[in-house]
């Protein structure tokens, strides 16, 4: 029985192929199966690798993102660091040109202070000379001074002799009213030429015609001669009007004659008016035009 299955299993080893593979699967299956265990951890071994690198690629694939994003950042900023580096060397330029205005400026302004330097120096001559000048002017007006107080005390002499006069005036007055009374009744010509002769010993010199043409009309409003008595004395001239009565006209006529003679010759004249009868409102008129007043009356 043993023989003829050996003999069974002989024949089907030479003439079944399957058979003879199954047979020799059989015999190297433990084999087979010690490495199919080791190629099962190797697996494992592999797969964790795989899951290690698989973990790790994920980890560089977030890496090489973020370098990504730092590197279109990069970029980004590059781009504004060349805009900003553009609008640097622009400024830089410009700045460039103004350096070199302010250079020129600053060449300019030497040039100007040099002439200044210079212009000082003249102008230090020119004060060292005005010390001069105000060292000699001081003196001179020291002898000013001194002739100022001479001339005060000659002041002194002449406000003595006008305090005389004034005596004289009121005299003058006095008499002024007395020939008023008497010669009333003369012709205004008559009483003129009779009163030349107390105004020309009582004011000193001697009264004489002031004739001229006014062309512009300053005193009757048209052009016309203006004659007035006038009396020219060492001190000063006087503008007589003598009237045997004035009144405010007579006062504005007096005084219009005077600022002609003063266009006319330059010089201030006094103004006096002698009468022995003055109207209120002649002396008013006197009073604000500054017309002297000698009359008769009070």
């Not at 400026?105 to 030497?110: F, I, L, N």
């Not at 004034?166 to 009163?195: C, H, K, N, T």
Request: one cysteine or more; glycine letters at 6%.
């Amino acid at each position: 029985m043993e023989a003829e299955l050996k003999e069974r299993i002989l024949k089907l080893l030479r003439e079944d192929l399957e058979f003879r593979y199954a047979v020799a699967g059989l015999v190297g299956l433990e084999e087979v199966l010690r490495r199919l265990d080791e190629s099962t951890k190797a697996i494992r071994s592999l797969q964790e690798q795989v899951a290690e690198n698989t973990r790790a690629i994920r980890s560089l694939q977030e890496q090489v993102r973020s370098l990504q994003e730092e590197v279109s950042l990069f970029r980004e900023q590059a781009l504004e660091n060349a805009k900003a580096l553009r609008a640097l060397q622009e400024q830089v330029a410009e700045y460039s040109k103004a350096i070199r205005s302010l250079q020129e400026q600053v060449a300019e302004h030497t040039r100007a202070i040099r002439s200044l330097q210079e212009q000082v120096a003249e102008h230090s001559k020119a004060i060292r000379s005005l010390q001069e000048q105000v060292a000699e002017n001081t003196r001179a007006i020291r002898s000013l001074q001194e002739q100022v107080a001479e001339h005060g005390k000659i002041l002194e002499r002449h406000s003595e002799a006008i305090r005389s006069l004034q005596e004289e005036m009121r005299d003058f007055g006095r008499i002024l009213s007395a020939i008023g009374a008497r010669w009333g009744v003369l012709a205004e010509e008559a009483f003129r030429r009779g009163m030349v002769g107390i105004v020309e010993k009582h004011f000193g010199g001697r009264v004489q015609k002031w004739s001229c043409y006014d062309e512009e009309g300053e005193v009757y409003g048209h052009p016309s001669v203006v004659e007035a008595d006038l009396l020219v004395t060492d001190r000063e001239h006087v503008l007589v009007e003598i009237k045997s009565s004035a009144s405010k006209a007579d006062v504005y006529e007096l005084w219009y004659i005077g600022r002609l003679y003063e266009k006319k010759t330059g010089i201030k004249p006094r103004l006096v008016v002698v009468s022995p009868f003055v109207d209120e409102r002649a002396k008013e008129a006197a009073r604000r035009l500054g017309v002297e007043i000698y009359a008769g009356r009070p």
